[in-house]
């Protein structure tokens, strides 16, 4: 398209009375040669806005720069539809706003950020949605347990076809060996019957595709495009799939580690999940016939305890509850002990233990001390009762129930290394920083990055965010249920559904183009030059949602609907063959050069700040709402994501005088707070290798400089702006000026 | 812990037989250990006496509950059951486990004398039987009939102890200026078995309440006026349970329904600074806390101030739960501490309106030698000043 | 597939959750929030339990989601007045109401600058002040000014139209009311902290040093009336010693009788707070049980050695009139000593009471004894949301509100 530019300078906010907006306006339209510029004192309100849409309308201007306050306001008032090319020069939040009017530093500020904008939108071109083949909006279900059931259920009700895959012979999962289900609603004081209609109504349900002793062979391809191999015992199925739910669930902790507790060394010890077999099937009698008078529930049998499961299995104390009212209903004469570390039933589970309390159920917070068996196979508990500071011992007890924890069915199976880059020096490079990928046979991902989710600890498939609990590394496939985390059966419910919910978006969003959250919307996607490819596997290895497979020469294979727009494979490529249309390399090196480095005599140091889109942007903006000043050197380049940084940037950048440069990026670690993953840590590492570069121009290495920052961390940022400064004033100016 | 100490459920059922119906429902959180009175004296009760273990042994049939001092501490003022989280009947608890003992005969050496005296007597104080009725001489209180509405019930301690027969005679008084009719039963009248049942004497409590509701309903009473917050308590909660069924009403809250209706007025000024110790009985058992304030605020002159600990929160005297017998050493009385409380808001008098609190603050009071600052009144003695 | 509408009431993280992710599957939705931004009760709070990061972090990108996307209509200062017809087909009237600004404010703050009125802040939990024409806070979404008509002068004062450029302010603006069309409707409206006053043995509003949970945020944030210094409200003298009192309300047949869930962790990573400013700081946490689920547990044990936690109910708090510390009397259940240690501040680790227990919607629905929406709330096409239902972190109510989302779209596809 040939683009006809028109540059919008508002006056407004201060903007006018502090900069020469004469001057601002020759940079347009001397240096930039656009054909349109205007400035107005009011851009945002109707007359202003009517003036540009005139313009687009009547003088064909195609390609808008706005020349006012931050893109993140007024983003409604300035968009004019998917066919103009837009883009925002901040003269306000990040000039005007944080630095003295008409003052000659501001100015050149202003002027460079218009000049970097020009430069920009030259690159930028329209997006054109990517298409996939035959895409389908089929939901495949893995597991079905109640968290699988109530997905494609779900699912199927909100029209979408859903095929449940289950490995063993019948549906139901956990359900069908429950006595009775935790109550679910008020007063929540006694077990409901297990909720088996909903077993019958999948089955029943005309848009779900129920197969049973069923595995996953392979899953291969994108969403909407997921071709999945199912072996049914012996035949295989083939699906076309749109997104993937796994709902594995999770087993209980194996008792056979727990002979500390009395498990294999005493008959009538046994586990929560025998306790439900043996309340099925009608009064409870120990194997040796007698019947369970007495009963005695130890709670964090494996869990909560560094040797077996260092978290808390969340559904056991309130279990372990509901048992004991099967032992009170039968016989409310009947004893029930329940050793405990903490009683664990949050919000309305109370009225469940308050239940137990008033059924008479004797509770010891305190640890077992030692189990005994006398001749008669009954138990004696023996407890360090915190409570009555004395050690105890119960009376003789039937039967022992272990409440034994849950572990995720994603923590079993070999422990696959995964190439991945790490910054951790005592790490190797080869060594996973936090994404484990244990080959458990669930969906045989034909992924070059591993057959199945990368894990978090302990095994399990779960978000990292606390805001974004289906934020999942492998897009379109979406973890819910006891796999995901310890949860109760309303939990799984509500987690089906919600990821059911996640899983149609995905496919509904890839259908159109657009990459799914965070960066929904975004019709962009990495356009690989593969005849310059040298096959170094980078992107491959970088790629932090495993979207790039290789072929068996090593050459990267995108996978646009998997992809998740970060532009970490554009940072990553040596050779930068990866572009978007929006986005590219060659685009930001063209605004690098497009800021005027004053010569070294007029001492006007200059700091190229490289900024995260998502936290240190708005930071920046926060600084200037806030009315903070800082330092008049800088320059601000947004980013994707720092790991969308390319190495070439920085040599451009000092190649051409600019004293430093500054990453701001979010958090990186065990608490890290890049939504790309390990986007920020990547610019580290890649900051690690910068060095030589800076070598090879004599350059000292501190002249670059990254530090994290969140979006809440604006007041620090004057000083991280002057402390870096200083530092490049003791190194003295850039010897490239003027080259 | 080093020691073994083994459950006992015969031991906790025998607890829980014996009344501590809601002793399971006990979390051991343990406010009621922190809200405890005794928190706030040091001695030797104070540190043995430990409400929420006290529990806790009995949720196990544990041995370590029945040592005296920990035993026979509560004074039931109800401070922890009201707040308590999970509404246990904590003092239901502690008579429970008191029965223990006491339903044996195992009772500390200082009530002794106080049972035997109601078992041969019918009242805690030592008092011949026939000298019941003495206060009541030359008050022309008729005998209650069928023609008289009310029956005035007065608290064995208003019918023997000197400063309490000048209570008795004051609310007959009151009740007579404001043309109440009531009668008053003499001799055959016994305890109303409060204490006994509260230090854990269940089948002595039954006795005196079976004997007290025979001669009640022998005589056709229908409606009780009580002194003492303690016989309003027991006639109103655990009477029914023994089939004496009365409206039973203490003599404050009656004073108070007349003053609103004008029946009784209280002419006479008393420029008094004055604050009003809630008895926990009437207060927090009851939950009468405005009529014995309405009734001292339509006293011309007096200035009504509120010690901090009050209504609800009031800070007991120690008297409840049979301790108004303890011997108690100087420095770990709450009634000290209560004395201080009204003598930092610099009242010049303390009002109460129950026979043990009126014994309780007076001890402590000239215990303290604030006899000069301050007085302790019973309510009743105030209003007749103020006729 | 075409969708019908849906209504989502309640700007907080449930609520936005809700609209957006109904809205990034075609949904068209409305977005009614009271207040003059989105973000609800996680705008107010510090960090996140238990990455210990800012939620602005997240609102942000929601914010983002919700720039970029047509498909949202955001109504703030509008309540929902009535609710008419049946599931795929609802009439509800919302009435919005006059913030005095309009849409041309571009948040310049020159109107602020002249106002000669003051109000208490509640965001900050009346700790500070703004003008009567403010913004509600820094980070506030939609990033606009509105007055509190509480307190303006009104026409005769008028300072602040002068100040604008923009004609941004219509002192008699009117309340507006509109009908929406609706498929399905989420009920989002959150919960309110326990009033802690009512556990009078605590003596908060009685003790300046007494604080709750939800204020200990304001006083640690950045952007608060402390600028995020936790210091004493009686005397700004900074904290050595604090003690977090736990089921301040909660598990409590006089108060509320269920767990709300979220205190410990809240409390436990508070104690963070006051560790980060002063390593030195004493600091106590008195609990029944400490209640961290699932991978919660490697926070508990991570900050254990931050802090000395009490097995104990807390009984009487009490003040010294003079130097206003506080008196903390409490059995350590574990050595069976009573403690009666001073502090200088108390955090009560309040409960959350829906909003449900007060607001109830204006349509037949069931509710359970503590007024959260019940479960089986026999009413097809509504659905509530988050802690409305029952108490929830935030990761909870983001992952039921995505849920929500779901049921609305199938309310509004169902034929």
């Known amino acids: 398209m040939v683009k006809k530019t028109g540059v919008y300078i508002c006056t407004g906010c201060d903007i006018g009375d502090s900069l020469d907006i004469a001057a601002l306006s020759k940079v347009a339209t001397k240096e930039g040669k656009v054909p349109v510029c205007k400035s107005h004192a009011f851009f945002c309100g109707t007359e202003g806005s009517a003036l540009i849409k005139s313009d687009i309308e009547n003088e064909g201007v195609n390609t808008v720069v706005i020349a006012a306050c931050s893109p993140r306001v007024n983003y409604d008032v300035f968009d004019f539809g998917p066919s103009i090319i837009m883009e925002r020069t901040n003269l306000r939040e990040q000039i005007t706003w944080c630095h003295p009017a008409n003052d000659e530093d501001t100015q050149m500020m202003a002027e460079d950020s218009l000049r970097m904008t020009l430069a920009k939108v030259k690159q930028v071109e329209l997006t054109e949605p990517y298409q996939g083949e035959n895409m389908v909006e089929t939901i495949l279900v893995v597991g079905g347990g109640l968290t699988g059931i109530t997905a494609a259920l779900e699912g199927a009700k909100a029209g979408y076809k859903t095929v449940l895959v289950e490995k063993s012979p019948v549906l139901g999962g956990w359900m069908n060996g429950l006595f009775k289900q935790a109550p679910q609603k008020s007063p929540y004081t006694t077990p409901e019957e297990v909720d088996v209609d909903r077993i019958k109504e999948v089955e029943a349900h005309p848009d779900v595709k129920v197969y049973v002793g069923a595995e996953i062979q392979e899953i291969a391809g994108a969403p909407g495009m997921f071709d999945v191999t199912i072996n049914q015992n012996g035949t295989i199925i083939t699906e076309r799939i749109g997104s993937v739910i796994l709902a594995t669930g999770a087993v209980p902790y194996d008792p056979t580690k727990l002979d500390h507790l009395g498990y294999g060394k005493f008959d009538n010890v046994i586990t929560g999940q025998k306790m439900e077999e043996l309340a099925s099937k009608g009064k409870l009698v120990r194997p040796d016939g007698k019947e369970v008078q007495s009963i005695a529930f130890i709670q964090c049998a494996g869990s909560r305890d560094s040797e077996h499961l260092p978290y808390c299995s969340a559904t056991c104390c309130v279990e372990s509850l509901k048992q004991a009212t099967y032992l009170q209903e039968q016989n409310p004469e009947a004893t029930v002990y329940i050793f405990y570390k903490d009683i664990r039933t949050p919000g309305q589970y109370e009225r469940l233990y308050k239940q137990v309390q008033k059924d008479g159920g004797i509770f010891v917070k305190g640890d077992i001390t030692a189990i005994n068996e006398d001749d008669e196979k009954n138990l004696i508990i023996q407890a ?143 356009d690989f030059a593969m005849q310059r490819c040298t096959q170094c596997k980078r992107c491959t290895v970088e790629c932090p949602f495993g979207s790039i497979n290789e072929d068996e020469k090593f050459n990267p294979i995108p996978n646009h609907t998997r992809c998740r727009r970060c532009g970490i494979c554009m940072g990553a490529c040596p050779e930068r063959i990866i572009s978007f249309k929006n986005y590219s390399v060659p685009m930001i090196g063209n605004m690098i050069k497009a800021i005027e480095v004053p010569e070294e005599d007029e001492e006007k140091p200059r700091i190229l700040i490289f900024a995260c889109e998502n936290d240190a942007y708005p930071a920046l903006d926060m600084t200037g709402i806030n009315r903070l000043s800082y330092n008049a050197w800088v320059r601000v380049i947004p980013v994707r994501c720092l790991g969308s940084l390319n190495i070439v940037w920085i040599a451009d950048a000092m190649s051409q005088g600019i004293d430093g440069i500054l990453l701001l990026g979010c958090k990186h670690g065990e608490d890290y707070q890049c939504h790309f993953i390990q986007g920020s840590e990547l610019a580290e590492v890649r900051l690690g290798k910068v060095a030589e570069t800076l070598g090879r121009l004599d350059l000292e290495s501190d002249r670059v400089r990254m530090e994290q920052v969140n979006i809440t961390d604006y007041d620090k940022i004057p000083a991280i702006l002057d402390s870096f400064s200083d530092r490049l004033q003791e190194l003295g100016p850039n010897p490239y000026k003027g080259f | 812990m080093d020691e073994i100490l083994d459950v006992s459920l015969d031991m906790r059922d025998y607890i829980v037989s014996s009344g501590a119906e809601t002793l399971s429902m006990c979390m051991q959180c343990g406010l009621c250990t922190n809200l405890c009175p005794w928190r706030l004296v040091h001695g030797e009760v104070s540190e043995s006496f430990n409400i929420r273990k006290m529990q806790r042994q009995a949720q196990l049939g544990l041995d370590g509950f029945d040592e005296e001092e920990v035993l026979f501490a509560c004074v039931t003022c109800g401070m922890c059951q009201v707040n308590c989280p999970r509404e246990v009947n904590i003092i239901e608890n502690v008579r429970s486990m008191r029965n223990t003992t006491a339903g044996a005969g195992f009772i500390p050496k200082i009530l002794k004398p106080v049972v035997s005296s109601v078992r041969s007597n019918g009242n805690p104080w030592m008092g011949a039987k026939e000298k019941r009725a003495e206060w009541q001489e030359d008050l022309n209180i008729p005998a209650y009939s069928d023609a008289t509405e009310y029956l005035l019930y007065v608290c064995c301690n208003s019918c023997y102890d000197p400063r309490g027969k000048k209570i008795a005679k004051s609310v007959v008084n009151l009740l007579q200026k404001a043309g109440v009719s009531f009668g008053v039963l003499t001799a055959e009248e016994k305890c109303c078995g409060e204490s006994m049942r509260k230090l854990g004497d269940e089948e002595l409590f039954v006795k005196l309440a079976e004997s007290n509701i025979s001669l009640f309903n022998g005589k056709g009473v229908k409606k009780i006026i009580t002194t003492s917050p303690h016989c309003l308590e027991t006639f109103k909660k655990e009477y029914p349970e023994f089939g004496g069924e009365y409206e039973v009403i203490h003599y404050t809250e009656l004073l108070g329904n007349l003053l609103k209706e004008g029946k009784i007025a209280f002419p006479t000024e008393l420029a008094k600074k004055i604050t009003f110790h809630d008895p926990c009985y009437l207060g927090r058992h009851n939950q009468v806390f405005d009529s014995p304030r309405e009734l001292l605020q339509a006293v011309p002159g007096v200035e009504l101030v509120e010690m901090d600990r009050n209504k609800n929160r009031s800070l007991c005297c120690a008297g409840g739960g049979a301790r108004v017998w303890a011997e108690v050493a100087v420095g770990e009385r709450f009634s000290e501490l209560r004395i201080t409380d009204a003598v930092d808001k610099e009242a010049e008098i303390l009002v109460t309106a129950c026979p043990y609190c009126v014994t309780m603050l007076v001890d402590a009071c000239a215990g303290m030698e604030k006899g000069d600052v301050l007085k302790v009144m019973e309510l009743s003695e105030l209003l007749n000043a103020a006729l | 597939m075409a969708h019908k509408s849906i209504l989502v009431v309640g ?107 003051e109000r208490s802040n509640e965001f900050n939990y009346g700790l500070d002040n703004t003008k009567a024409i403010y913004k509600a806070h820094e980070f506030a979404f939609p990033m606009k000014y509105s007055i509190d008509d509480k307190v303006c002068l009104g026409a005769e004062c008028g300072k602040c139209v002068e100040a604008c450029k923009y004609d941004a302010i219509e002192l008699d603006m009117a309340t507006k009311s509109l009908k929406l069309n609706v498929g399905a409707i989420i009920w989002a409206t959150g919960w309110d902290a326990y009033d802690a006053s009512k556990v009078a043995y605590y003596g908060y509003s009685q003790h300046q040093n007494v604080i709750t949970n939800v204020i200990m945020e304001r006083l640690a944030a950045p952007n608060g009336p402390t600028r995020g210094k936790i210091v004493r409200p009686s005397d700004g003298k900074a904290v050595e010693s604090i003690a977090f009192v736990q089921c301040a309300g909660s598990r409590d047949e006089n108060h509320l009788a269920y767990c709300s869930g979220v205190c410990c962790m809240a409390s436990l990573k508070q104690a963070t707070y006051v560790k980060e400013q002063n390593p030195d700081a004493k600091v106590y946490m008195f609990y029944i049980d400490v209640r961290a689920m699932g991978k919660h547990e490697d926070f508990y044990t991570k900050v254990q050695n931050e802090l000395t936690l009490i097995k104990g109910k807390v009984g009487e708090i009490t003040e010294d009139p003079i130097t206003k510390d506080l008196t903390v009397l409490v059995e350590n259940q574990v050595t069976g000593e009573i403690m009666k240690d001073k502090f200088d501040m108390v955090v009560l680790a309040t409960g959350m009471v829906p909003a449900t227990a007060g607001l109830k919607l204006p349509v037949e629905l069931s509710y359970d004894e503590d007024g959260f929406i019940a479960t089986d709330s026999k009413q097809p096409g509504i659905y509530g949301a988050g802690c409305v239902k029952k108490p929830m972190d935030v990761a909870s109510s983001v992952k039921d509100a995505t849920a929500a989302a779901l049921k609305a779209i199938q309310s509004t596809v169902r034929r």
């Open chain 3, 11 to 117: 700007g907080g993280v449930s609520g936005i959750t809700a609209a957006i992710e109904a809205s990034e599957a075609g949904s068209e939705v409305y977005l009614v929030e009271q207040k003059s931004y989105l973000g609800g009760k996680v705008a107010q709070i510090y960090q996140y339990f238990p990455k210990l990061c800012p939620p602005n972090c997240g609102l942000e990108i929601n914010f983002k989601r919700i720039k970029q996307n047509p498909k949202i209509s955001i109504f703030t200062l509008a309540e929902v007045e009535t609710i008419e017809g049946k599931e795929g087909d609802f009439t509800v009237t919302v009435k919005s109401n006059a913030s005095r600004v309009n849409q041309n404010c571009t948040a310049c703050g020159k109107c602020a600058e002249v106002c000669p009125v």
């Open chain 1, 384 to 526: 360090a009762d915190v409570l009555s500071g004395a050690v105890i011992s119960s009376e003789s007890i039937d039967m022992v129930v272990l409440a034994t924890g849950m572990v995720p069915t994603t923590a079993f199976g070999e422990n696959l290394i995964v190439e991945t880059v790490s910054c951790d020096t005592d790490k190797k490079d080869s060594e996973p920083t936090e994404a484990v990928i244990l080959k458990s046979n669930l969906l045989n991902l034909a992924y070059r990055q591993g057959p199945e989710m990368p894990t978090l600890k302990y095994g399990f498939p779960d978000s990292h965010f606390i805001c974004f609990p289906y934020e999942t590394r492998r897009t379109g496939i979406y973890a819910a249920g006891s796999v995901r985390a310890p949860m109760d059966e309303i939990s799984a419910i509500e987690d089906a559904t919600g990821a059911t919910m996640k899983a149609i978006q995905c496919i509904e969003l890839s259908a159109q183009g657009s990459a799914v959250h965070p960066r929904v919307g975004d019709m962009s996607f990495p």
